[in-house]
Protein backbone atom coordinates (compact mmCIF):
# COMPACT_ATOMS: atom_id res chain seq x y z
CA UNK A 1 0.00 0.00 0.00
CA UNK A 2 2.59 2.17 0.85
CA UNK A 3 4.20 1.77 -2.71
CA UNK A 4 0.94 2.92 -4.37
CA UNK A 5 0.44 6.00 -2.21
CA UNK A 6 4.13 7.02 -2.83
CA UNK A 7 3.86 6.10 -6.98
CA UNK A 8 0.53 8.47 -7.05
CA UNK A 9 1.78 10.69 -5.30
CA UNK A 10 5.37 11.33 -7.26
CA UNK A 11 2.96 11.51 -10.54
CA UNK A 12 1.15 14.01 -9.04
CA UNK A 13 3.40 16.32 -7.04
CA UNK A 14 5.85 15.87 -10.30
CA UNK A 15 3.30 16.98 -13.08
CA UNK A 16 1.36 19.71 -10.78
CA UNK A 17 3.28 20.44 -7.88
CA UNK A 18 3.27 20.00 -4.24
CA UNK A 19 1.01 22.83 -2.87
CA UNK A 20 -1.38 22.14 -6.16
CA UNK A 21 -1.86 18.39 -4.35
CA UNK A 22 -4.03 18.03 -1.32
CA UNK A 23 -3.77 14.46 0.53
CA UNK A 24 -7.45 13.56 -0.78
CA UNK A 25 -6.44 13.74 -4.33
CA UNK A 26 -3.05 11.30 -3.42
CA UNK A 27 -5.73 8.89 -1.71
CA UNK A 28 -8.51 8.90 -4.72
CA UNK A 29 -5.20 8.25 -7.41
CA UNK A 30 -3.44 5.21 -5.36
CA UNK A 31 -6.79 3.82 -4.76
CA UNK A 32 -6.46 3.76 -0.68
CA UNK A 33 -7.81 5.17 2.43
CA UNK A 34 -6.82 8.19 4.04
CA UNK A 35 -5.85 6.31 7.12
CA UNK A 36 -3.21 3.97 4.97
CA UNK A 37 -1.53 7.20 3.84
CA UNK A 38 -1.12 8.72 7.34
CA UNK A 39 -0.49 5.11 8.73
CA UNK A 40 2.78 4.92 6.29
CA UNK A 41 3.55 8.32 5.86
CA UNK A 42 2.37 10.13 9.10
CA UNK A 43 1.72 13.88 7.30
CA UNK A 44 2.10 15.19 4.03
CA UNK A 45 5.49 16.77 4.77
CA UNK A 46 6.65 13.04 5.59
CA UNK A 47 5.31 11.97 1.68
CA UNK A 48 6.94 14.73 0.09
CA UNK A 49 10.28 13.67 2.07
CA UNK A 50 9.30 10.17 0.85
CA UNK A 51 8.82 11.19 -2.98
CA UNK A 52 11.82 13.20 -2.92
CA UNK A 53 14.71 10.53 -1.48
CA UNK A 54 13.01 7.69 -4.07
CA UNK A 55 13.27 10.23 -6.79
CA UNK A 56 16.92 10.87 -5.43
CA UNK A 57 17.98 7.33 -5.30
CA UNK A 58 15.91 7.08 -8.77
CA UNK A 59 17.63 9.43 -10.76
CA UNK A 60 21.23 9.16 -9.56
CA UNK A 61 21.11 5.06 -10.42
CA UNK A 62 19.52 6.03 -13.55
CA UNK A 63 22.10 8.38 -14.24
CA UNK A 64 25.11 6.37 -13.32
CA UNK A 65 23.27 3.22 -15.63
CA UNK A 66 23.74 5.14 -18.29
CA UNK A 67 27.23 6.12 -18.05
CA UNK A 68 29.01 2.98 -16.83
CA UNK A 69 30.16 1.00 -19.40
CA UNK A 70 31.38 3.76 -21.09
CA UNK A 71 34.99 4.99 -21.19
CA UNK A 72 35.96 8.81 -19.01
CA UNK A 73 35.38 11.45 -21.78
CA UNK A 74 32.43 9.46 -23.64
CA UNK A 75 31.24 9.09 -19.54
CA UNK A 76 30.88 12.85 -18.72
CA UNK A 77 29.26 13.43 -22.82
CA UNK A 78 26.73 10.42 -21.91
CA UNK A 79 25.57 12.95 -18.63
CA UNK A 80 23.68 15.13 -21.20
CA UNK A 81 22.44 12.10 -23.52
CA UNK A 82 20.68 10.95 -20.88
CA UNK A 83 19.31 14.68 -19.89
CA UNK A 84 18.07 14.54 -23.57
CA UNK A 85 16.65 11.34 -23.36
CA UNK A 86 14.64 12.88 -20.03
CA UNK A 87 13.86 16.17 -21.60
CA UNK A 88 11.70 14.41 -24.31
CA UNK A 89 9.76 12.23 -22.18
CA UNK A 90 6.11 13.12 -22.56
CA UNK A 91 5.69 14.16 -18.44
CA UNK A 92 9.16 16.11 -18.23
CA UNK A 93 8.23 18.91 -15.63
CA UNK A 94 11.88 20.05 -14.77
CA UNK A 95 13.65 19.10 -11.55
CA UNK A 96 11.61 18.07 -9.15
CA UNK A 97 14.11 19.58 -6.48
CA UNK A 98 14.55 22.52 -8.10
CA UNK A 99 10.43 22.49 -7.55
CA UNK A 100 10.51 21.54 -4.72
CA UNK A 101 12.95 24.17 -3.29
CA UNK A 102 11.06 26.73 -4.81
CA UNK A 103 7.38 25.53 -3.51
CA UNK A 104 8.33 24.73 -0.27
CA UNK A 105 10.93 27.02 0.41
CA UNK A 106 9.39 27.32 4.28
CA UNK A 107 10.07 24.04 4.70
CA UNK A 108 13.35 23.10 5.64
CA UNK A 109 13.35 19.11 5.17
CA UNK A 110 12.59 19.16 2.01
CA UNK A 111 14.88 21.90 1.23
CA UNK A 112 18.31 19.94 2.62
CA UNK A 113 16.85 17.07 0.71
CA UNK A 114 16.74 19.07 -2.44
CA UNK A 115 20.51 20.19 -1.43
CA UNK A 116 21.48 16.85 -0.44
CA UNK A 117 20.23 15.67 -4.16
CA UNK A 118 22.44 18.35 -5.68
CA UNK A 119 24.84 17.66 -3.68
CA UNK A 120 24.82 13.75 -4.59
CA UNK A 121 24.51 14.94 -8.16
CA UNK A 122 27.71 17.16 -8.07
CA UNK A 123 29.72 14.25 -6.42
CA UNK A 124 28.41 11.67 -9.02
CA UNK A 125 29.78 14.05 -12.09
CA UNK A 126 33.33 14.86 -10.10
CA UNK A 127 33.96 11.09 -9.91
CA UNK A 128 32.60 10.83 -13.86
CA UNK A 129 35.24 13.74 -14.47
CA UNK A 130 37.76 12.03 -12.52
CA UNK A 131 37.36 8.65 -14.21
CA UNK A 132 38.04 10.96 -17.79
CA UNK A 133 41.66 11.54 -16.09
CA UNK A 134 41.46 15.66 -16.50
CA UNK A 135 43.78 17.79 -14.22
CA UNK A 136 41.55 19.55 -12.68
CA UNK A 137 37.90 17.54 -11.99
CA UNK A 138 36.88 19.20 -9.60
CA UNK A 139 36.56 22.67 -11.65
CA UNK A 140 35.47 20.63 -14.50
CA UNK A 141 32.52 19.06 -12.29
CA UNK A 142 31.58 22.54 -11.01
CA UNK A 143 31.74 23.59 -14.37
CA UNK A 144 29.43 20.36 -15.73
CA UNK A 145 26.87 21.02 -13.09
CA UNK A 146 26.14 24.24 -13.89
CA UNK A 147 25.28 22.97 -17.60
CA UNK A 148 23.50 20.17 -16.24
CA UNK A 149 21.14 22.98 -14.00
CA UNK A 150 21.11 25.02 -17.12
CA UNK A 151 19.90 22.49 -19.59
CA UNK A 152 17.42 21.26 -16.94
CA UNK A 153 15.73 24.70 -16.52
CA UNK A 154 15.91 26.29 -19.62
CA UNK A 155 14.59 22.71 -21.27
CA UNK A 156 11.37 23.05 -19.19
CA UNK A 157 11.33 26.79 -18.90
CA UNK A 158 11.70 27.74 -22.58
CA UNK A 159 10.44 23.97 -23.64
CA UNK A 160 13.64 23.79 -25.58
CA UNK A 161 13.96 20.83 -27.31
CA UNK A 162 17.88 21.27 -27.79
CA UNK A 163 19.09 22.18 -23.90
CA UNK A 164 20.81 19.16 -23.58
CA UNK A 165 22.10 18.59 -27.38
CA UNK A 166 23.70 22.96 -26.60
CA UNK A 167 25.05 21.80 -23.11
CA UNK A 168 26.60 18.40 -24.47
CA UNK A 169 28.45 20.69 -27.28
CA UNK A 170 29.87 23.10 -24.53
CA UNK A 171 30.42 19.96 -22.19
CA UNK A 172 33.04 18.32 -25.04
CA UNK A 173 34.70 22.44 -25.27
CA UNK A 174 35.11 21.99 -21.38
CA UNK A 175 37.01 18.32 -21.99
CA UNK A 176 38.66 19.61 -24.89
CA UNK A 177 40.16 22.26 -22.62
CA UNK A 178 40.78 20.52 -19.80
CA UNK A 179 42.37 17.51 -22.09
CA UNK A 180 44.27 19.99 -23.17
CA UNK A 181 45.66 21.60 -19.59
CA UNK A 182 45.84 17.66 -19.03
CA UNK A 183 48.64 17.49 -22.39
CA UNK A 184 50.70 20.78 -21.11
CA UNK A 185 51.58 19.43 -17.79
CA UNK A 186 53.04 16.50 -19.42
CA UNK A 187 56.45 17.45 -20.84
CA UNK A 188 57.01 16.44 -24.24
CA UNK A 189 59.95 14.11 -25.62
CA UNK A 190 61.83 17.21 -27.75
CA UNK A 191 61.86 19.28 -24.62
CA UNK A 192 63.48 15.96 -22.72
CA UNK A 193 66.11 15.57 -25.05
CA UNK A 194 67.10 19.80 -24.90
CA UNK A 195 67.68 19.03 -21.21
Not at 18 to 39: N, P
Not at 165 to 174: E, F, G, I, K, N
Amino acid sequence: MAQRVLDAAERLFYSRGVQAVGIDTVVAEAGVGLKTLYAHFGSKDRLVEAYLRRRNRRWLDRLQARVAQLPGRDRVLAIFDALGDWFAEPDFSGCAFINVAGELHTNPVARAIAREHKQSLRALIRQIARDAAVTDPDTLADRLMLLVEGATVTAYVEGDELAATRARSAAAALLDCAGQAHRDDVPSRSADRLQ
